[in-house]
């Protein structure tokens, strides 16, 4: 009778394109992070080995508003902070100290959409995206010397979101966001210490990067009152960072050559 | 209505509709900036503070380094190691990682063949193996390197004095402590444009500005140009230079050695009669 209940409960569509009312949403992720060197520089470049890479859990909560046609999701989200590890390119470390390496990342984003289509189930929303990104990630070589960048950074891009209704309780979801960090909106510092944790180099920088991120999740409102989602986010960023800000590869202290995959679980209300 | 002009109608109601879709289409991942290819068929040899990466024998139609080469690779470099340490007054202890591509994919993969490339911040250097090389042997009394010490100079100086700004500074290093461009000692080179090719050769302005980008002149120059700093100046003065942007260089050089570059340019120029 437990297993079969959920199947007689109808589940209600909440999502905020068929009504005003606003909703909160949570959200739990596992974040896989894994950090390229770069490989070939000339375009189209490569990344490979080393690599640095770190799994962690990510919480995120959301807010969604309608006024009109018109659709604002504000979101915020922190990953706890995770210990790296490096890659040589044979599974061996050779690189990093096994302890005091850490990746953090929090960020804010607001989705402005409108509607673009409605054809049977299927339902598209398009517009805006834009937000806050901070990363801190500290290595701590195999000398004991070590590098630390910290950086905040301001993007915007287009946001396109699609969603087909299955039944009136399972709907596919999807999304894609190219998010443009330009080098005038963001800053970073760099800090290398060496073993004796004297300050070996220290420097501010300015990020040019490029990030995507699609999204492929699957709703469902038979298991409970409010629908829950399970999905896949690939997101993935490059770029490069320079002391002043500049779109040229001309004097590069940070580099971004990073794919994350996230697992998640949304839970709206 | 047709479905035609149905069709039509839809997209001039929705002009908006162009630009997540040219978006999606241009724009839909970064692989067409930088693809991911990490390659992972590798023989590695770990001795001392070097480990190096290299294709096993059969990889490609190119030949492979043999375990004696191999061997001799990471000989070589763990003297360049400490000598480069040395010179440059540094401290430096991580571990070098090497990974030297067959001849036949350098190209594709790491963007060259004739040479390689390094990335300080992972303590590594992406290089191409070339088993015909011109035989040559080094200022460190090593016949026929086949990888010189170019990339180990950029990993060990930019990890203990820092990300230069200035090229003439990250190359000059390089150039001075490695000594050879293309199998030709540097200083055979700038005789040789001082001798027969007057206009090749940089002065310290110049350098400054990449006034010549072309690698074969700029390179050797900016070696040569190094060695005098230093032999003038001092090591730890000049080392105190290695970050400084190129548009404060000038005003920096003279607060740290108290000559004037002008002064210092004309020295130079006398210098390079006598080499």
């Known amino acids: ?269 | 209505m047709n479905r035609k002009q149905i069709m039509k109608n839809w997209f001039l109601q929705r002009p908006m509709w162009i630009f997540p879709g040219l978006l999606l289409a241009f724009a839909s991942c970064t692989d067409f900036i930088i693809e991911m290819d990490p390659q992972d068929q590798w023989k590695v040899l770990d001795s001392g503070k070097i480990v190096l990466h290299y294709r096993p024998s059969g990889f490609s139609s190119s030949p492979s380094p043999d375990l004696d080469e191999a061997r001799t690779i990471v000989r070589n470099q763990n003297i360049y190691y400490r000598a480069i340490q040395d010179s440059v007054q540094v401290s430096f202890e991580d571990k070098v990682l090497v990974y030297l591509f067959n001849d036949d994919e350098a190209e594709k993969l790491i963007g060259t063949n004739t040479g390689g490339h390094a990335i300080p911040k992972f303590n590594s250097f992406y290089f191409a193996y070339m088993p015909n090389r011109r035989p040559v042997t080094d200022q460190y009394h090593i016949e026929n390197p086949i990888v010189g010490s170019h990339e180990l100079v950029h990993v060990i100086t930019h990890r203990a004095l820092g990300y230069p700004e200035s090229k003439m500074m990250s190359e000059g290093y390089a150039m001075w402590l490695d000594g050879l461009y293309g199998g030709y000692h540097i200083e055979d080179i700038i005789r040789k444009y001082r001798d027969e090719e007057p206009e090749k050769l940089m002065d310290p302005n110049q350098l400054l500005t990449e006034s010549i980008d072309k690698e074969s002149v700029y390179y050797p120059n900016c070696g040569i140009f190094t060695r005098f700093l230093i032999a003038s100046y001092g090591l730890e003065e000049i080392n105190r230079l290695f970050t400084c942007p190129a548009d404060r260089f000038k005003k920096a050089f003279q607060e740290v050695t108290g000559e004037s570059w002008d002064s210092m340019s004309r020295k130079y120029d006398r210098y390079l009669e006598k080499l």
């Not at chain 1, 009778?1 to 739990?28: H, Y």
């Not at chain 1, 490989?39 to 309608?66: C, F, N």
């Not at chain 1, 706890?80 to 990093?96: H, I, W």
Request: overall charge positive; charged content about 20%; glycine content about 8%.
């Open chain 1, 1 to 269: 009778m437990f297993l079969l209940a959920p199947f007689f409960v109808m589940g209600q569509d909440l999502d905020t394109t068929n009504t005003a009312k606003p909703r909160w949403e949570l959200s739990a992720r596992w974040m896989n992070y894994r950090s390229f060197s770069q490989q070939k520089l000339d375009i189209p470049m490569k990344g490979g080995y080393p690599i640095l890479q770190s799994r962690t859990l990510a919480l995120e909560a959301g807010y969604t508003l309608v006024k009109g046609k018109v659709q604002h999701t504000f979101r915020i989200n922190a990953g706890l902070p995770a210990s790296l590890q490096a890659d040589a390119g044979t599974g061996s470390n050779r690189l990093l100290e096994e302890r005091g390496n850490t990746h953090f990342r929090s960020g804010m984003n607001h989705q402005l959409t409108f509607p673009l289509f409605q054809w049977k189930g299927l339902n598209g929303r398009h517009g805006f995206s834009s937000g806050l990104l901070y990363e801190r990630r500290s290595l701590v070589y195999l000398s004991g010397s070590q590098e630390t960048t910290r950086d905040i950074n301001f993007y915007l891009g287009p946001s396109l979101k699609l969603r087909y209704a299955l039944s009136s309780s399972w709907k596919i979801k999807a999304g894609f966001d190219a998010h443009f960090y330009l080098p005038y909106l963001n800053y970073g510092q760099l800090t290398a210490r060496n073993s004796r944790d004297e300050i070996a180099f220290s420097s501010d920088y300015r990020g040019f990067y490029y990030q995507t991120i699609f999204r492929l999740g699957v709703s469902s409102g038979i298991l409970t009152p409010n629908p829950i989602e399970l999905g896949v986010l690939k997101n993935d960023m490059v770029g490069f960072a320079s002391r002043k800000p500049s779109f040229e590869a001309t004097d590069i202290v940070h580099f971004k050559l990073d794919r994350l995959l996230h697992f998640y679980l949304k839970y709206r209300f």
